[in-house]
């Protein structure tokens, strides 16, 4: 159990950076997920934390101590590695195994540890084989198995369930999830799938291109992004982003757009400072803060052309073709409208956002 | 894994060229293992009945090569009057010794150039391989006087030491390859897991086992086989089995019957190695070029 600082560290591999002036406190005992696409620096933090890759410049702490120079074994840390590094000539029970053995816990509790962490992950029946026999899945639940196994001071698991069935998957999570809470073990789970961050996570560290977005509850990520890349990466289907024009000033400001003309409410008008005021910004609304109805609604409204619709086992996604971009909305599966048929969306703006058209952070 | 079962298509070119490979099959067996037989047979022959050879192109006669009573007095003579139990030890500890001394420092040096980036490295390594580009008989003088103001010369120990010069170097070149072969993600799943980076080391140690073990072998091969060294460097006190096999012509009198069962002596426990670790050597040298 640690608090675990990250400070202002970067990650250099010869002259390109991968990490740029990385800022975290993980609170002791808390599930911190790092989210992010790939490429953007999360398994080089996490090699960092484990003590496997040299930290450019800042500092990492476990509980206010400095650890930048320890060796991994003296960081008292658990790794699930991406590529599961597993001991291709051990079986599956020496490799749950190993760190036990490396220090020289008793052959009772070896073989306790290892069937339970193996009942807990489903390999019970696999413990003989050799990784080469695994699949996969099977494999990464392996490495999970090893990490479990002893009780560290942190957990770190790099997207430790991406190769398994969506049904395991479902279920690993709250495996894993429960594990963590029942050992009060901090974690640090990266992933590169929203749902993962957003289902599992205490606080979310959104990262992009080396550098942290955004830290946050999963509800201030999915409801109150930073900026504009933040909301199109998290969520699921992803948030639609319109280029429009504010129109007016004081209290009656607008956004305008071919297809629209739909006004702020009151207390977002404030958020808008006074350099956005004339200009365009970039309007973001999630599919499912969008009613799409056949006929003209009373209030402001978004006129487009329906583009196909697709169903989504209980939902139905419909793309509407507005003048310059497509717009999905989520409905229900008894929408009756069809491809070319002019229809109206309906913004609900308490949950629409508005960007800045240049960097792209967000007013509200 | 895929499936090893090659497809044959049978076309009478290929029908032609299989008769040709068996026929050629036959007569490179024929070629390689004639001379061990002669040799083999010829060591439980009596002097008179090794020299008894049938007429030039009588191939019924062919039978007078196994037509005697076997006997063991030159095997007898070797060890009770040339001293061979000696020399196959001094053989054995100078073969093994230097084996065994050349993996230890081979494979950690192999590890360090396989694992560890440093300036020069390159160049390090090149020039570890280049010592092994001279020909031995080239450095043969200069060693041999290094070795004598060591007082080396006639000694096991200073064998040893010339067959690990000439091993390491190819030591560190095999095994480097095998190190190459294997993923650092495993030790550093184990350093995570907790072990020191020599744990680590030592724990990847199984999956070059088929490196370390060819090497085994082709070091001891070069160290049992060898005359020059155990000629120059080892006369006198530590006298090998070829050294010692040379010494049985004597001017007046070439002893061919002992020289053939020395030379089976010398050759049998090679084979015998061969042998047992053949399936080993062929996995060995074949799974470092071969990336999983
Ligand atoms: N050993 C290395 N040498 C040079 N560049 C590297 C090295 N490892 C990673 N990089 C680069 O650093 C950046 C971040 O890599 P990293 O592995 O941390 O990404 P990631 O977020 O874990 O991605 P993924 O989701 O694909 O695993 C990438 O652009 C990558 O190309
Ligand atoms: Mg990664």
């Given at each position: 159990?640690?608090?675990?600082?990250?400070?202002?560290?970067?990650?250099?591999?010869?002259?390109?950076?991968?990490?740029?002036?990385?800022?975290?406190?993980?609170?002791?005992?808390?599930?911190?997920?790092?989210?992010?696409?790939?490429?953007?620096?999360?398994?080089?933090?996490?090699?960092?934390?484990?003590?496997?890759?040299?930290?450019?410049?800042?500092?990492?702490?476990?509980?206010?101590?400095?650890?930048?120079?320890?060796?991994?074994?003296?960081?008292?840390?658990?790794?699930?590695?991406?590529?599961?590094?597993?001991?291709?000539?051990?079986?599956?029970?020496?490799?749950?195994?190993?760190?036990?053995?490396?220090?020289?816990?008793?052959?009772?509790?070896?073989?306790?540890?290892?069937?339970?962490?193996?009942?807990?992950?489903?390999?019970?029946?696999?413990?003989?084989?050799?990784?080469?026999?695994?699949?996969?899945?099977?494999?990464?639940?392996?490495?999970?198995?090893?990490?479990?196994?002893?009780?560290?001071?942190?957990?770190?698991?790099?997207?430790?369930?991406?190769?398994?069935?969506?049904?395991?998957?479902?279920?690993?999570?709250?495996?894993?999830?429960?594990?963590?809470?029942?050992?009060?073990?901090?974690?640090?789970?990266?992933?590169?799938?929203?749902?993962?961050?957003?289902?599992?996570?205490?606080?979310?560290?959104?990262?992009?291109?080396?550098?942290?977005?955004?830290?946050?509850?999963?509800?201030?990520?999915?409801?109150?992004?930073?900026?504009?890349?933040?909301?199109?990466?998290?969520?699921?289907?992803?948030?639609?982003?319109?280029?429009?024009?504010?129109?007016?000033?004081?209290?009656?400001?607008?956004?305008?757009?071919?297809?629209?003309?739909?006004?702020?409410?009151?207390?977002?008008?404030?958020?808008?400072?006074?350099?956005?005021?004339?200009?365009?910004?970039?309007?973001?609304?999630?599919?499912?803060?969008?009613?799409?109805?056949?006929?003209?609604?009373?209030?402001?409204?978004?006129?487009?052309?329906?583009?196909?619709?697709?169903?989504?086992?209980?939902?139905?996604?419909?793309?509407?073709?507005?003048?310059?971009?497509?717009?999905?909305?989520?409905?229900?599966?008894?929408?009756?409208?069809?491809?070319?048929?002019?229809?109206?969306?309906?913004?609900?703006?308490?949950?629409?956002?508005?960007?800045?058209?240049?960097?792209?952070?967000?007013?509200? | 894994?895929?499936?090893?079962?090659?497809?044959?298509?049978?076309?009478?070119?290929?029908?032609?060229?299989?008769?040709?490979?068996?026929?050629?099959v036959v007569l490179y067996l024929i070629w390689t293992l004639l001379p061990f037989v002669i040799m083999f047979v010829s060591s439980f022959k009596d002097l008179l009945a090794a020299f008894k050879l049938p007429e030039v192109g009588d191939w019924m006669g062919i039978g007078v090569f196994f037509d005697f009573t076997p006997t063991y007095k030159h095997y007898a003579t070797l060890f009770q009057e040339n001293n061979f139990g000696r020399y196959i030890m001094n053989s054995l500890i100078a073969a093994g010794?230097s084996?065994?001394?050349?993996?230890?420092?081979?494979?950690?040096?192999?590890?360090?150039?396989?694992?560890?980036?440093?300036?020069?490295?390159?160049?390090?390594?090149?020039?570890?391989?280049?010592?092994?580009?001279?020909?031995v008989v080239?450095?043969m003088?200069?060693?041999f006087?290094?070795?004598?103001?060591?007082?080396?010369v006639g000694?096991l120990?200073?064998l040893?030491?010339a067959y690990?010069?000439?091993?390491?170097?190819?030591?560190?070149?095999?095994?480097?390859?095998?190190?190459?072969?294997?993923?650092?993600?495993?030790?550093?799943?184990?350093?995570?897991?907790?072990?020191?980076?020599?744990?680590?080391?030592?724990?990847?140690?199984?999956?070059?086992?088929?490196?370390?073990?060819?090497?085994?072998v082709l070091?001891v091969l070069f160290a049992w086989n060898d005359f020059l060294f155990a000629a120059i460097i080892g006369s006198g006190g530590a006298k090998t089995l070829p050294v010692a096999t040379r010494e049985l012509v004597q001017p007046q009198n070439i002893q061919w019957g002992a020289i053939m069962a020395a030379g089976v002596v010398t050759t049998a426990p090679m084979m015998l190695l061969g042998l047992v670790?053949r399936?080993?050597?062929?996995?060995?040298?074949?799974?470092?070029?071969?990336?999983?």
């Amino acid at each position: 159990m640690a608090t675990v600082t990250i400070r202002n560290v970067w990650k250099y591999y010869n002259q390109t950076p991968a990490v740029k002036d990385l800022n975290l406190t993980c609170p002791d005992g808390s599930f911190v997920s790092i989210l992010g696409p790939s490429g953007c620096g999360k398994s080089s933090t996490m090699r960092m934390l484990a003590g496997l890759e040299h930290i450019s410049a800042g500092d990492i702490l476990f509980d206010d101590v400095r650890i930048n120079d320890l060796a991994p074994k003296d960081r008292d840390v658990a790794m699930v590695f991406e590529n599961y590094a597993l001991y291709p000539h051990k079986t599956v029970f020496e490799n749950i195994a190993n760190p036990l053995r490396l220090r020289k816990a008793s052959e009772a509790t070896i073989k306790d540890r290892v069937n339970g962490a193996a009942k807990l992950l489903e390999i019970s029946h696999l413990l003989d084989r050799r990784p080469s026999e695994l699949s996969g899945g099977q494999k990464q639940r392996v490495a999970i198995g090893r990490a479990i196994v002893r009780e560290p001071k942190l957990f770190l698991f790099d997207e430790p369930i991406a190769h398994l069935d969506a049904k395991l998957r479902a279920h690993m999570r709250g495996e894993i999830k429960h594990l963590q809470k029942t050992l009060g073990t901090t974690m640090i789970y990266v992933t590169h799938d929203q749902l993962e961050a957003l289902s599992m996570a205490d606080y979310i560290a959104v990262m992009h291109d080396g550098e942290l977005q955004q830290w946050g509850t999963p509800s201030e990520i999915f409801n109150h992004p930073v900026n504009a890349w933040v909301a199109g990466f998290v969520g699921e289907p992803a948030m639609n982003f319109v280029t429009a024009e504010i129109r007016g000033g004081g209290d009656g400001v607008t956004l305008k757009h071919a297809n629209f003309e739909i006004p702020l409410l009151a207390s977002q008008v404030g958020k808008l400072n006074g350099a956005a005021q004339a200009g365009t910004a970039r309007m973001g609304v999630r599919p499912d803060a969008l009613t799409i109805s056949m006929t003209r609604p009373d209030g402001p409204a978004i006129t487009g052309v329906i583009f196909v619709n697709e169903l989504l086992g209980g939902d139905m996604l419909v793309e509407v073709q507005l003048q310059d971009v497509r717009m999905r909305v989520k409905t229900s599966t008894d929408f009756a409208g069809k491809p070319g048929e002019t229809c109206w969306l309906t913004v609900n703006r308490e949950k629409w956002h508005v960007f800045d058209a240049g960097d792209g952070h967000a007013y509200f | 894994m895929a499936s090893r079962d090659v497809v044959h298509y049978d076309t009478p070119l290929q029908r032609v060229l299989r008769v040709l490979a068996v026929i050629f099959v036959v007569l490179y067996l024929i070629w390689t293992l004639l001379p061990f037989v002669i040799m083999f047979v010829s060591s439980f022959k009596d002097l008179l009945a090794a020299f008894k050879l049938p007429e030039v192109g009588d191939w019924m006669g062919i039978g007078v090569f196994f037509d005697f009573t076997p006997t063991y007095k030159h095997y007898a003579t070797l060890f009770q009057e040339n001293n061979f139990g000696r020399y196959i030890m001094n053989s054995l500890i100078a073969a093994g010794g230097s084996a065994v001394i050349s993996v230890i420092f081979g494979s950690l040096a192999a590890y360090s150039l396989s694992r560890v980036d440093f300036r020069g490295k390159s160049d390090l390594f090149f020039w570890i391989i280049s010592t092994r580009m001279a020909p031995v008989v080239a450095v043969m003088v200069p060693l041999f006087a290094i070795f004598r103001s060591l007082d080396l010369v006639g000694t096991l120990p200073g064998l040893i030491l010339a067959y690990t010069t000439f091993n390491l170097p190819f030591a560190i070149w095999i095994l480097k390859g095998f190190f190459d072969n294997v993923p650092y993600g495993i030790e550093e799943a184990q350093m995570v897991d907790g072990a020191t980076r020599f744990q680590a080391f030592t724990s990847i140690l199984p999956l070059v086992a088929p490196g370390i073990g060819a090497f085994i072998v082709l070091c001891v091969l070069f160290a049992w086989n060898d005359f020059l060294f155990a000629a120059i460097i080892g006369s006198g006190g530590a006298k090998t089995l070829p050294v010692a096999t040379r010494e049985l012509v004597q001017p007046q009198n070439i002893q061919w019957g002992a020289i053939m069962a020395a030379g089976v002596v010398t050759t049998a426990p090679m084979m015998l190695l061969g042998l047992v670790i053949r399936k080993y050597l062929v996995t060995g040298l074949t799974m470092g070029a071969v990336k999983e």
